[in-house]
């Protein structure tokens, strides 16, 4: 298995849901990565996990909320988003943190906060 | 953050070779230099990335120059698919950002048919 599996593909929320973006990868890595994509942009990153544990934090606010259950699973839970937030969610994860190791993307959430 | 720095677009036609370069002067010795590119409504996908010889996979090659200030993706024949959004990015090797891949504007490249 050589991917990073995203779901859901597109998810629409109101600005007081809780919802959750999941990120799941088979291929033994043990650094994960969240980035933010606004239309015509670059990716932003987000968080770095480190073997579980939160290693950056990008001063995200904290209705983002990332974590971490185990070495092949990365979640993103939000919380009283606003529709500035709309954008694509991107996880990626490397062999390590580190230099040197090239990264596996997901396809991303498309997310619409309404 | 270290800077790379792209032409904003380029033009290539099906079947001919493209060289896509990218400037990196504030580069340090132990920097890794990454190529990725993003399709259209899909996440980045990982190229090539180096550190000081050439390097060539199925995808592409990747030209370093002997300073390593610049370097250039050389994608040998272009198709319809090669059609994306190509970042270079420095992943430093040093400091509160090592190992991460920050992101720059990127070169789009169209191909003609």
């Known amino acids: 298995d050589t991917e990073v599996t995203q779901t859901p593909k597109h998810l629409v929320m109101g600005m007081t849901n809780k919802k959750s973006l999941k990120c799941e990868q088979h291929?033994?890595?043990?650094?994960m990565y969240w980035y933010k994509q606004k239309a015509k942009k670059p990716p932003e990153l987000m968080f770095v996990y480190s073997y579980e544990k939160l290693s950056i934090n990008e001063s995200v606010p904290s209705r983002f909320s990332p974590e971490c259950p185990n070495s092949s699973l990365l979640n993103l839970h939000l919380h009283a988003l606003q529709p500035e937030d709309s954008a694509l969610y991107l996880c990626?994860?490397?062999?390590?943190?580190?230099?040197?190791?090239?990264?596996?993307f997901g396809s991303g959430t498309r997310l619409t906060v309404v | 953050d270290a800077k790379t720095t792209q032409p904003n677009s380029m033009e290539s036609n099906e079947e001919e070779p493209v060289h896509l370069p990218c400037n990196h002067s504030?580069?340090?010795?132990?920097?890794?230099i990454h190529w990725y590119r993003q399709l259209p409504s899909q996440g980045p996908e990982y190229v090539i990335h180096?550190?000081?010889s050439n390097v060539n996979n199925r995808m592409a090659s990747l030209a370093i120059a002997e300073d390593r200030k610049s370097s250039t993706l050389i994608l040998h024949r272009a198709t319809l698919r090669d059609a994306a959004v190509y970042y270079c990015?420095?992943?430093?090797?040093?400091?509160?950002?090592?190992?991460?891949?920050?992101f720059g504007k990127g070169t789009k490249l169209s191909v003609k048919p």
């Open positions: 291929m033994g890595h043990r650094a």
């Open positions: 180096g550190l000081t």
């Open positions: 990015i420095l992943q430093l090797n040093y400091g509160g950002s090592q190992g991460n891949l920050i």
């Open positions: 504030t580069i340090s010795g132990t920097d890794y």
């Open positions: 990626a994860s490397s062999l390590r943190q580190g230099s040197g190791y090239g990264y596996t």
